[in-house]
């Protein structure tokens, strides 16, 4: 049977709030008090037992030991330390955005399949569809129409 695992059928992921401040600590290489001011400081966000612990997961243990890395190595102060970590998230939110983005794109590129259309003034000045490479008709009738057309935003 897995230790970790046990009868119960719990198995914890890097997300999984499971080690008190002391566990974290030493396994981030640093000082409950540090943590604790992190935790102030909004650089890491510990999950809270009913009673008001803090419970720190895997994930928080690696943030923590970088925070420290760029803290102790690379002389960041924890202003800094702060921005580098709200634009990580932003970039990791933008990813995920794309990846959604290009799902919805590659979605609707097969329902629409490689003869999509493209949409062009007709010869009355009304909305006609061609093949995409194409042009309509041109128009032998003199128009005094005028349309404007707005693109998407």
């Not at 928080?60 to 800094?80: H, I, K, M, N, P």
């Not at 919805?104 to 490689?114: E, F, H, I, P, R």
């Not at 061609?130 to 707005?150: E, H, N, T």
Request: aromatic share 4%; net charge positive; charged share 25%.
């Amino acid at each position: 049977m897995d230790p970790v695992q046990g009868s119960g059928g719990f198995s914890p992921d890097d997300e999984t709030p499971v080690f008190v401040i002391s566990v974290a600590a030493q396994l981030a290489g640093m000082h409950a008090q540090t943590l604790r001011q992190y935790d102030r400081l909004g650089l890491v966000s510990p999950s809270r037992t009913r009673g008001g612990g803090r419970r720190y997961s895997a994930r928080d243990v690696t943030l923590l030991r970088e925070v420290q890395r760029l803290s102790q190595d690379e002389g960041v102060s924890l202003a800094g330390i702060q921005r580098i970590l709200d634009l990580e998230n932003q970039v990791k939110a933008l990813r995920d955005r794309v990846i959604e983005l290009r799902g919805q794109v590659d979605a609707l590129k097969s329902v629409l399949g490689s003869g999509s259309r493209v949409f062009a003034a007709g010869r009355a000045g009304e909305v006609v569809a061609v093949r995409a490479g194409q042009r309509p008709a041109r128009s032998v009738i003199p128009s005094s129409d005028v349309v404007i057309w707005r693109g998407l935003r």
